[in-house]
């Protein structure tokens, strides 16, 4: 099988040839540019520049030589995007490391760290010193508690660092004329390319959307104390994403393989709000974009980032129409393995779950990550209905040992 064929087969619940293995298919599967420095190094693969393709989350753009080396199935639309020189600019980590990241964000570094600015000269985010992150500094509705008209939107959101820092293939704007037909031809040079599963990432986030706009607290509030605001909001956030869901989906439906969403709903102890609250205000308008999604390409999958214990929202969103749910933070809360691939099979494929990124990754020792990740796929991958990925990125503190003997484990797995 091709790494494609081998995604496609787990996402229809057929028994793959092996275990289909992501990495760096979407901004939760992948690795911070520390730790992928460090595993260069550690493989001796030659020296090469560093990408930081998301610059939140100091991710790096993971080149072929490593893919290749572990035999990775999948593979992120835009993350060829290195290959124009234009797109880029010089900077330096901490330590002083030499790297690039994308020319059309405006963060400058300055006494006590780095500070992301917007088109406005406002400062939106920051990365303290010390700190591998970056973070959210503005809430443009946070003290706002009375509006109710949010037909300016694209105003305030301005203020959102998640809304406004790209990543690939930003800058180019599939909205626009020019912006589409250039989308539209990278994704067909990567789907010419490769024979990996593409994964396409589309975003069409509602509740962290609402976050970053009123703030966490005052969001889960408006839902239980002020149903009618949030439901305001929500609606004018929908028709933006059902007019951007058809401009992507002219632009490069015919290219992808996975449509990728992403909406974190969960905590360490269960979700963020009650089933009843979810199917309220988010399943009828996941349900309209996945349904649309569809109805336009039936052999494409939808899959949802979604952090946390998240175990009693997961057959809504089957029922929504969503394929697959990454990273299965089985950590949480009722998210045990055994249960989820039990309760879900030919419901809901999980993409993740593969090896914990808490504990197990970060402070275990080589010789105990085998067996952990080789238990998990004992109970996770018969059957199909699986794709592994660790749960969530690789993270700046996790050693290059640990990271091998997970990619080995996987690939000795029969």
């Known amino acids: 099988m091709t790494g494609r064929e081998r995604v496609m087969a787990a996402l229809n619940f057929k028994q793959p040839d092996r275990v289909p293995f992501d990495l760096n298919a979407h901004r939760s599967s992948g690795m911070s540019v520390i730790s992928y420095r460090n595993l260069r190094k550690y493989l001796d693969l030659p020296p090469s520049p560093?990408?930081?393709y998301d610059l939140i989350q100091q991710l790096a753009i993971i080149e072929n030589?490593?893919?290749?080396?572990?035999d990775v199935d999948t593979f992120q639309l835009g993350c060829d995007y290195n290959k124009n020189p234009a797109y880029w600019k010089d900077w330096e980590l901490e330590d002083g490391t030499p790297c690039k990241i994308p020319a059309c964000v405006d963060i400058r570094h300055e006494p006590l760290g780095n500070f992301i600015y917007n088109s406005r000269g406002k400062k939106i985010g920051r990365q303290p010193k010390g700190c591998y992150y970056c973070e959210q500094s503005v809430w443009p509705l946070a003290d706002d508690f009375d509006k109710e008209d949010f037909s300016d939107y694209d105003d305030f959101a301005q203020d959102v660092m998640w809304l406004?820092?790209?990543?690939?293939?930003m800058p180019i704007d599939y909205k626009t004329k020019d912006g589409a037909k250039q989308f539209r031809e990278l994704a067909a040079k990567t789907r010419g390319s490769t024979d990996r599963a593409i994964y396409g990432i589309f975003g069409g986030n509602l509740v962290e959307t609402a976050q970053y706009i009123f703030r966490m607290d005052n969001m889960l509030c408006d839902l239980a104390g002020n149903p009618e605001r949030m439901h305001k909001f929500l609606d004018t956030l929908m028709q933006k994403h059902m007019e951007n869901l058809k401009a992507y989906l002219d632009c490069v439906g015919d290219y992808i393989d996975v449509i990728g969403f992403g909406d974190d709903m969960g905590t360490q102890n269960g979700p963020q709000f009650s089933t009843e609250m979810y199917r309220e205000f988010f399943y009828p308008r996941e349900?309209?974009?996945w349904s649309y999604i569809h109805g336009r390409f039936p052999a494409m999958k939808t899959c949802l980032h979604c952090c946390g214990g998240v175990r009693p929202l997961m057959p809504l969103l089957a029922e929504a129409g969503l394929d697959?749910?990454?990273p299965v933070q089985f950590t949480c809360k009722d998210m045990a393995l055994a249960d989820l691939k039990q309760e879900l099979y030919g419901k809901l494929t999980l993409w993740g779950g593969g090896c914990d990124t808490r504990d197990m990754l970060p402070n275990g020792k080589p010789e105990e990550i085998g067996p952990h990740v080789k238990a998990n796929l004992a109970l996770l991958n018969k059957g199909g209905g699986f794709v592994f990925q660790q749960v969530h990125n690789i993270l700046a503190d996790v050693p290059p040992a640990n990271v091998v003997a997970m990619f080995k484990a996987v690939r000795e797995f029969a």
Do not use: E, S, W
């Open 65 to 70: 030589d490593v893919l290749d080396m572990f």
């Open 287 to 289: 349900k309209q974009m």
């Open 50 to 52: 560093l990408y930081i």
């Open 164 to 169: 406004n820092v790209p990543c690939p293939p």
């Open 324 to 326: 697959a749910i990454n």
